[in-house]
């Protein structure tokens, strides 16, 4: 069994379920995070109960995220850190600009504050060299976000990532410690579109890419199992879109 430790954020469901799979599947002990505490004991016993490890937090939430940092501590250094949070948010509560607030408050803290508090929070358990730091983004902070309630907040939050993975690799590239960016298109099977994704929508998205279908969960787990591996440590500060052909690369 592999000795390696690899840390998902939002790792009950959809895209990080699929890559703490992978990473188990290759005999990592892995650490799924997030809020839903019985989706994360279900998930870490389907996967693999001897090797996943579900941690409870509100990572928007400093205290809990230092008290979930300090439980990952005793498992030893961190070889990989996924930072997989993050959703939509919901329309605006209220009308006018502090409605508008709250709702971009809320996508920064869901998509941006999670990934910073927790790689902050471990930084120092990462491994020295040989660790592993991915973002997961979205095809929307390449080419601009839309939606009838945020005008492009998600976007904007998956967008703050990229800049402060090129000053993270930056910092940590002398340490042996690799930063990337993935940036996913449209893909199925996630709870990010909240059961708006109608067949309607779903060919409007499928009809973006070169390929003609859809993105899974399992394409972006096996491009960060790439990315997490001893292979990749000359592949540093990029953001790589996986969007079958809707983005082209820049």
């Given at each position: 069994?592999s000795s390696r430790l690899?840390?998902?954020?939002?790792?009950?469901?959809?895209?990080?379920?699929?890559i703490?799979?992978g990473?188990?599947?290759?005999?990592?002990?892995v650490?799924?995070?997030?809020?839903?505490?019985?989706?994360?004991?279900q998930?870490?016993?389907?996967?693999?109960?001897?090797?996943?490890?579900?941690?409870?937090a509100?990572?928007?939430?400093?205290g809990?995220?230092?008290?979930?940092?300090?439980?990952?501590?005793?498992?030893?250094?961190?070889?990989?850190?996924v930072?997989?949070?993050?959703?939509?948010?919901t329309p605006?509560?209220?009308?006018?600009l502090?409605?508008?607030?709250?709702?971009?408050?809320?996508?920064?803290d869901?998509?941006?504050?999670?990934?910073?508090?927790?790689?902050n929070a471990l930084?120092?358990?990462?491994?020295?060299?040989?660790?592993?730091?991915?973002?997961?983004s979205?095809?929307?902070a390449q080419?601009?976000?839309?939606?009838?309630?945020s005008?492009?907040?998600?976007a904007?939050?998956?967008?703050g990532?990229?800049?402060?993975?090129?000053?993270l690799a930056?910092?940590?590239?002398p340490?042996?410690?690799?930063?990337?960016?993935?940036?996913?298109g449209?893909?199925?099977d996630?709870?990010?579109?909240h059961?708006?994704d109608?067949?309607?929508f779903?060919?409007?998205?499928?009809?973006d890419t070169?390929?003609?279908?859809?993105?899974?969960?399992?394409?972006v787990?096996?491009?960060?199992?790439?990315?997490?591996?001893?292979?990749?440590?000359?592949?540093?500060?990029?953001?790589?879109g996986?969007?079958?052909?809707?983005?082209?690369?820049?």
């Amino acid at each position: 069994m592999s000795s390696r430790l690899a840390v998902v954020s939002g790792g009950a469901t959809g895209i990080g379920r699929a890559i703490a799979a992978g990473f188990a599947r290759d005999g990592h002990r892995v650490v799924i995070i997030g809020r839903r505490s019985g989706l994360l004991r279900q998930a870490a016993a389907e996967i693999d109960p001897a090797l996943v490890i579900p941690v409870s937090a509100d990572l928007t939430d400093p205290g809990q995220v230092e008290r979930a940092a300090a439980e990952i501590a005793g498992l030893g250094p961190v070889d990989v850190l996924v930072n997989n949070a993050g959703a939509t948010v919901t329309p605006p509560s209220r009308e006018g600009l502090a409605g508008l607030a709250d709702a971009w408050r809320r996508d920064l803290d869901t998509n941006l504050i999670t990934a910073v508090l927790l790689t902050n929070a471990l930084l120092d358990r990462l491994r020295r060299p040989g660790g592993r730091l991915i973002m997961i983004s979205s095809a929307a902070a390449q080419r601009g976000g839309a939606g009838a309630h945020s005008a492009g907040s998600y976007a904007a939050a998956k967008a703050g990532l990229h800049g402060w993975a090129f000053g993270l690799a930056r910092q940590l590239g002398p340490d042996g410690i690799t930063v990337n960016v993935l940036a996913p298109g449209y893909i199925q099977d996630t709870e990010i579109f909240h059961g708006q994704d109608t067949p309607e929508f779903v060919a409007t998205k499928v009809a973006d890419t070169l390929v003609g279908r859809a993105g899974t969960p399992a394409d972006v787990a096996a491009a960060v199992g790439y990315l997490a591996s001893p292979e990749a440590g000359y592949l540093t500060g990029q953001i790589i879109g996986l969007n079958g052909g809707a983005v082209l690369g820049r």
